[in-house]
């Protein structure tokens, strides 16, 4: 364990941080053609007729695209394994609009001063029709979203487009009816969670181009450039070994470039034209017309005896997809998957979900995906028993946590392999000194100062499903070139899979040069998501550095005349023979496989994990409240984690501040609010208010491993469970200070002012 | 219009359009560290020095720069790499896109405040905004930064 839980900088720290050209606009070659979007105002409407005669005389204009120009086979952008689980919706220009901000439109000119004149000049005749914007409202609305004939859900997914139904089942285990029939307590109550936003600071952008073969070539601010292969030609009509995708430097993702938001319009463009073209998202369009959280209805109802044990769980959840069906039949399993299985005394669990189309913009994947809702609800819930049953909050958890080495009927039979999530609540207790926190008291000023708790968990990589694999080759004189799939979007994946690779191959980090992603080049990933890339690209590193030391063996065997290449020692340095003390350095190896030479000194692996293993977490969060404004003050905030082993300590702590300051944008700032058209009302950093370094008060993190024996070396993942405790702990501090009880994010002052007046 | 500047240290002329921002000029210049993040002048990320004073290009107008000093991160680069190491070490660089306007801020706050408290440093660094990293890392980096500078911080 050299290389392993080690601090080690970022490979790519110095050139970024010092701002160097690595993004993909820094990359886009003069000349390309500025390609925009012109979008309805409208949230439901056909369009009738668009006129671009005018338009097209502006100077400077090369192609303008409407509904008739574009292929007519039906798609989801959803950056998902094949066969994708989310219907195939969508057209790329639809003469029906959907909601506000679908295109209508593609214009592509010189510049951008261009552009804008020839979309101001472009008259469009709308047929406006009522749209559907409320999703509780949406099944078997007399408005339907997808009439089309030749909408196609590509796996059976309980979706009905005639019903707006996008996907729909349910699962019993137990007798769920008896259990809360012989409860003695039951809470029920229906949590609300809003569309937000990602707010990577690198909106979406991709350039395009035709390369010397006449392939295109698509440069893109991607989590998933295998996914925008395949989604560009299936949407183009051209065939994937005609396009080549490429991953620079990504400002950040979070699930949002899991969505293949943009790509296919200037990919278009460039196959109309020939010519080069480039598209970036303005941070009104990443707000308005991107791939946000689906805003959720979850309904939890809890049944306990009166000791506390929690004997049986429900969760139904109403999920939001709006326009198109991107991500909505997997985000709104995990809100059951990814909360229920935390605990595992019951003798019952109901899950049941449906998701729904609506005239509001698409949802897509945002870190948590549908588990930090669900865990929302859950955990509330929770929280609401221990304070009917005079419990405390943590004592009650302790009785009704998963074990290690517990079957967990809620989570697809799997065994907790590695589970800590007992150490990690009884050290957040201790860390935030609980018992002088909760539930309250009074400070000097007349501030209420509470505490609240909440426990998550996540997956690992998806199991049976996701594909990582590795490419590993020795160079001259010895050195590595580590080829990933996985795309580095300021995780720092290009440096833990490299500090996995030198503790396997037993030499130093800057002796493994790390290429991201080429699909012409780089071995089949699925991408970076669902927390993914430690547990599973990390493990096709370690199976492909295992086959490489044979082949190095299997060289150096031919080197030392030794007839068993499996009787040599791979030190790391060199391979030496035990037998006659002869040795060949992996300096001489590297040269020697460049000359005479039938051995290629390669190896890639491929790995797939039948377990997706959870990492566990408990946070405690403590508010100061102002009862005459309603103001809350997050004052501190404390979280101890179990992602198995830690591979890089740095890394995994600034994932943990920086999910856990998300999650607190959630609970308390972060608001989506539509006018009665079904507009965005906040569409800028302006309106829309992430976090800033102003409003985060003390968060102290802390590690409490397991060790996971499918993952490299114990790791399990850390992306995405961070960011889902914020939500129920704050909630609960704040019930604690004010007696309320919010059931809908975010929590703003004006909320608890006007709950606090209703309540008198 | 023709103007006449001063980009790193380097005299240099140029035709703008009156309408034009500084930070498309920027760009146009090649200094490839500045970057947009909302275009309602609401992140940081595109913070240049104008006199030695940080300013947000996206809200400068590329005629007001005629006759001035205008410095990008290309222009201190050995500043630069010395505060990335700090930042490095913490993990807290992060997808980078935020760094350069924040870098721009932090080295202008160490000329200007001597032995800064954290309330203080928060205040002048509250106009960047970071996605990635919660901002608790970055305080971190900056303590021992200012420390080891010799510029002192109030703890």
Redesign the interface.
Same mark, same amino acid.
């Given at each position: 364990m050299r290389e392993i839980n080690r601090?080690v *900088?970022?490979k790519?720290?110095?050139q970024?941080?010092?701002?160097?050209? &690595?993004?993909t606009e820094?990359l886009a070659p003069e000349g390309c053609l500025i390609v925009k979007a012109l979008r309805s105002p409208h949230a439901r409407a056909i369009v009738r007729h668009v006129d671009t005669k005018a338009a097209l005389t502006v100077p400077g204009i090369e192609c303008i695209l409407t509904a008739e120009d574009v292929p007519k086979t039906r798609f989801t952008i959803a950056g998902q394994t094949y066969p994708e689980l989310s219907p195939y919706d969508r057209l790329i220009l639809d003469r029906q609009i959907r909601y506000v901000g679908d295109p209508v439109a593609l214009v592509a000119g010189r510049d951008a001063a261009c552009v804008d004149k020839a979309m101001r000049m472009i008259k469009v005749e709308y047929d406006i029709q009522e749209p559907l914007l409320d999703f509780r409202q949406a099944v078997d609305n007399p408005i339907v979203v997808h009439p089309e004939d030749d909408w196609n859900p590509r796996v059976p997914v309980g979706g009905d487009n005639r019903r707006n139904i996008i996907a729909q089942a349910e699962e019993d285990w137990g007798d769920v009816d008896t259990a809360f029939q012989k409860s003695d307590v039951v809470i029920d109550r229906i949590y609300h969670t809003k569309q937000v936003q990602?707010? *990577? *600071?690198?909106?979406f952008r991709a350039y395009t181009y035709l390369d010397e073969f006449g392939r295109l070539v698509i440069v893109s601010s991607t989590q998933v450039p295998f996914h925008v292969r395949r989604i560009v030609a299936t949407a183009l009509e051209i065939p994937k070994s005609k396009i080549r995708v490429v991953k620079p430097?990504?400002?950040?993702?979070?699930g949002a470039k899991q969505t293949v938001v943009m790509e296919c319009y200037p990919a278009l463009i460039t196959m109309r034209t020939g010519k080069r073209a480039y598209m970036a998202y303005?941070?009104?369009e990443a707000m308005t017309v991107s791939s946000p959280r689906h805003e959720a209805d979850v309904h939890v109802r809890l049944g306990a005896s009166r000791d506390g044990i929690i004997q049986v769980i429900s969760v139904e959840s109403l999920w939001n997809g709006g326009a198109y069906g991107d991500h909505s039949p997997t985000t709104v399993t995990l809100s059951g998957h990814k909360s229920i299985p935390l605990y595992n005394r019951f003798s019952a669990f109901r899950f049941r979900y449906t998701a729904v189309y609506t005239n509001t913009i698409a949802a897509g994947a945002y870190r948590g995906y549908g588990a930090t809702q669900g865990i929302f609800a859950l955990e509330s819930a929770v929280n609401e028993l221990a304070d009917r049953l005079h419990m405390d909050p943590g004592a009650l958890r302790l009785q009704n946590i998963v074990q290690q080495g517990e079957r967990m009927p809620a989570y697809f039979n799997e065994t907790a392999l590695s589970c800590n999530l007992g150490e990690c609540l009884k050290r957040v207790q201790a860390m935030i000194g609980w018992e002088h926190v909760y539930p309250r008291h009074v400070l000097p000023d007349g501030k209420i100062r509470a505490a609240g708790l909440a426990l998550a968990m996540q997956g690992s990589s998806i199991s049976n499903v996701d594909v990582a694999s590795a490419t590993i080759k020795v160079n001259d004189d010895g050195f590595y070139t580590l080829s990933i799939g996985a795309t580095d979007?300021?995780?720092?994946c290009d440096t833990i899979l490299a500090q996995i690779a030198a503790e396997c191959l037993n030499c130093s980090v800057d002796e493994i040069v790390t290429r991201g992603v080429d699909t012409d080049t780089s071995p089949y990933d699925s991408g970076s998501y669902a927390s993914s890339t430690t547990y599973l690209t990390g493990m096709a590193v370690v199976k492909t550095c295992r086959s490489l030391i044979q082949k190095i063996k299997e060289k150096a065997a031919l080197m030392l005349d030794c007839d068993d290449p499996s009787n040599l020692e791979f030190t790391g340095d060199a391979v030496t023979d035990p037998v006659s003390g002869r040795r060949v350095t992996r300096q001489d190896l590297g040269n020697a496989a460049m000359i005479t030479n039938d051995i290629a000194l390669e190896a890639t692996e491929t790995h797939y994990s039948p377990t997706s293993p959870p990492p566990y977490m408990a946070a405690a969060a403590v508010v100061d409240v102002d009862l005459e404004t309603g103001h809350i003050d997050l004052v501190d905030y404390a979280a101890v984690v179990d992602c198995g082993t830690v591979i890089?300590p &740095?890394?995994a702590?600034?994932q943990t501040?920086?999910?856990?300051?998300?999650g607190i944008g959630m609970t308390l700032m972060e608001n989506v609010q539509f006018d009665s058209l079904g507009r965005i009302q906040n569409n800028?950093?302006?309106q829309y208010r992430?976090?800033?370094?102003?409003d985060?008060g003390k968060?102290r993190v802390e590690f409490a491993p397991s060790y996971e024996p499918n993952g490299p070396f114990g790791a399990k993942s850390i992306g995405e469970i961070v960011i889902n405790t914020p939500a129920p702990a704050i909630a609960e501090a704040v019930y604690q200070a004010t007696g309320i009880r919010f059931t809908e994010l975010p929590i703003t002052a004006e909320k608890v002012y006007l709950g606090l007046k209703d309540k008198k | 219009m023709r103007i006449q500047y001063w980009l790193n240290g380097k005299m240099e002329s140029d035709e703008i359009l009156p309408g034009q921002m500084l930070y498309e000029l920027l760009r146009k210049k090649g200094c490839?560290?500045?970057?947009c993040?909302?275009?309602?002048t &609401?992140?940081g990320?595109c913070t240049v020095w104008l006199e030695e004073k940080p300013v947000l290009s996206c809200a400068v107008l590329a005629a007001r720069i005629d006759r001035k000093h205008v410095m990008?991160?290309?222009g201190l680069?050995d500043e &630069?790499?010395e505060?990335?190491?700090y930042?490095?070490?913490?993990?807290?660089?992060?997808?980078?896109?935020?760094?350069?306007g924040f870098?721009m801020n932090v080295l202008a706050m160490a000329r200007e405040l001597d032995n800064p408290g954290e309330e203080e440093i928060?205040?002048y660094?509250?106009?960047?905004?970071?996605?990635?990293?919660?901002?608790?890392?970055? *305080?971190r980096a900056l303590k021992r930064y200012l420390t080891e500078k010799g510029k002192g911080m109030r703890l």
């Amino acid at each position: 364990m050299r290389e392993i839980n080690r601090v080690v *900088m970022k490979k790519d720290a110095l050139q970024l941080m010092t701002g160097k050209p &690595a993004y993909t606009e820094d990359l886009a070659p003069e000349g390309c053609l500025i390609v925009k979007a012109l979008r309805s105002p409208h949230a439901r409407a056909i369009v009738r007729h668009v006129d671009t005669k005018a338009a097209l005389t502006v100077p400077g204009i090369e192609c303008i695209l409407t509904a008739e120009d574009v292929p007519k086979t039906r798609f989801t952008i959803a950056g998902q394994t094949y066969p994708e689980l989310s219907p195939y919706d969508r057209l790329i220009l639809d003469r029906q609009i959907r909601y506000v901000g679908d295109p209508v439109a593609l214009v592509a000119g010189r510049d951008a001063a261009c552009v804008d004149k020839a979309m101001r000049m472009i008259k469009v005749e709308y047929d406006i029709q009522e749209p559907l914007l409320d999703f509780r409202q949406a099944v078997d609305n007399p408005i339907v979203v997808h009439p089309e004939d030749d909408w196609n859900p590509r796996v059976p997914v309980g979706g009905d487009n005639r019903r707006n139904i996008i996907a729909q089942a349910e699962e019993d285990w137990g007798d769920v009816d008896t259990a809360f029939q012989k409860s003695d307590v039951v809470i029920d109550r229906i949590y609300h969670t809003k569309q937000v936003q990602q707010s *990577m *600071m690198e909106t979406f952008r991709a350039y395009t181009y035709l390369d010397e073969f006449g392939r295109l070539v698509i440069v893109s601010s991607t989590q998933v450039p295998f996914h925008v292969r395949r989604i560009v030609a299936t949407a183009l009509e051209i065939p994937k070994s005609k396009i080549r995708v490429v991953k620079p430097r990504i400002g950040g993702g979070f699930g949002a470039k899991q969505t293949v938001v943009m790509e296919c319009y200037p990919a278009l463009i460039t196959m109309r034209t020939g010519k080069r073209a480039y598209m970036a998202y303005t941070r009104e369009e990443a707000m308005t017309v991107s791939s946000p959280r689906h805003e959720a209805d979850v309904h939890v109802r809890l049944g306990a005896s009166r000791d506390g044990i929690i004997q049986v769980i429900s969760v139904e959840s109403l999920w939001n997809g709006g326009a198109y069906g991107d991500h909505s039949p997997t985000t709104v399993t995990l809100s059951g998957h990814k909360s229920i299985p935390l605990y595992n005394r019951f003798s019952a669990f109901r899950f049941r979900y449906t998701a729904v189309y609506t005239n509001t913009i698409a949802a897509g994947a945002y870190r948590g995906y549908g588990a930090t809702q669900g865990i929302f609800a859950l955990e509330s819930a929770v929280n609401e028993l221990a304070d009917r049953l005079h419990m405390d909050p943590g004592a009650l958890r302790l009785q009704n946590i998963v074990q290690q080495g517990e079957r967990m009927p809620a989570y697809f039979n799997e065994t907790a392999l590695s589970c800590n999530l007992g150490e990690c609540l009884k050290r957040v207790q201790a860390m935030i000194g609980w018992e002088h926190v909760y539930p309250r008291h009074v400070l000097p000023d007349g501030k209420i100062r509470a505490a609240g708790l909440a426990l998550a968990m996540q997956g690992s990589s998806i199991s049976n499903v996701d594909v990582a694999s590795a490419t590993i080759k020795v160079n001259d004189d010895g050195f590595y070139t580590l080829s990933i799939g996985a795309t580095d979007m300021g995780t720092g994946c290009d440096t833990i899979l490299a500090q996995i690779a030198a503790e396997c191959l037993n030499c130093s980090v800057d002796e493994i040069v790390t290429r991201g992603v080429d699909t012409d080049t780089s071995p089949y990933d699925s991408g970076s998501y669902a927390s993914s890339t430690t547990y599973l690209t990390g493990m096709a590193v370690v199976k492909t550095c295992r086959s490489l030391i044979q082949k190095i063996k299997e060289k150096a065997a031919l080197m030392l005349d030794c007839d068993d290449p499996s009787n040599l020692e791979f030190t790391g340095d060199a391979v030496t023979d035990p037998v006659s003390g002869r040795r060949v350095t992996r300096q001489d190896l590297g040269n020697a496989a460049m000359i005479t030479n039938d051995i290629a000194l390669e190896a890639t692996e491929t790995h797939y994990s039948p377990t997706s293993p959870p990492p566990y977490m408990a946070a405690a969060a403590v508010v100061d409240v102002d009862l005459e404004t309603g103001h809350i003050d997050l004052v501190d905030y404390a979280a101890v984690v179990d992602c198995g082993t830690v591979i890089n300590p &740095a890394l995994a702590r600034v994932q943990t501040e920086g999910g856990l300051v998300q999650g607190i944008g959630m609970t308390l700032m972060e608001n989506v609010q539509f006018d009665s058209l079904g507009r965005i009302q906040n569409n800028s950093f302006m309106q829309y208010r992430i976090p800033s370094r102003m409003d985060i008060g003390k968060i102290r993190v802390e590690f409490a491993p397991s060790y996971e024996p499918n993952g490299p070396f114990g790791a399990k993942s850390i992306g995405e469970i961070v960011i889902n405790t914020p939500a129920p702990a704050i909630a609960e501090a704040v019930y604690q200070a004010t007696g309320i009880r919010f059931t809908e994010l975010p929590i703003t002052a004006e909320k608890v002012y006007l709950g606090l007046k209703d309540k008198k | 219009m023709r103007i006449q500047y001063w980009l790193n240290g380097k005299m240099e002329s140029d035709e703008i359009l009156p309408g034009q921002m500084l930070y498309e000029l920027l760009r146009k210049k090649g200094c490839y560290s500045v970057k947009c993040g909302c275009e309602t002048t &609401a992140c940081g990320l595109c913070t240049v020095w104008l006199e030695e004073k940080p300013v947000l290009s996206c809200a400068v107008l590329a005629a007001r720069i005629d006759r001035k000093h205008v410095m990008t991160l290309e222009g201190l680069q050995d500043e &630069a790499q010395e505060f990335a190491r700090y930042m490095g070490q913490e993990g807290s660089d992060q997808c980078g896109f935020c760094n350069p306007g924040f870098v721009m801020n932090v080295l202008a706050m160490a000329r200007e405040l001597d032995n800064p408290g954290e309330e203080e440093i928060k205040e002048y660094l509250a106009g960047n905004l970071c996605r990635c990293t919660g901002y608790i890392s970055h *305080m971190r980096a900056l303590k021992r930064y200012l420390t080891e500078k010799g510029k002192g911080m109030r703890l």
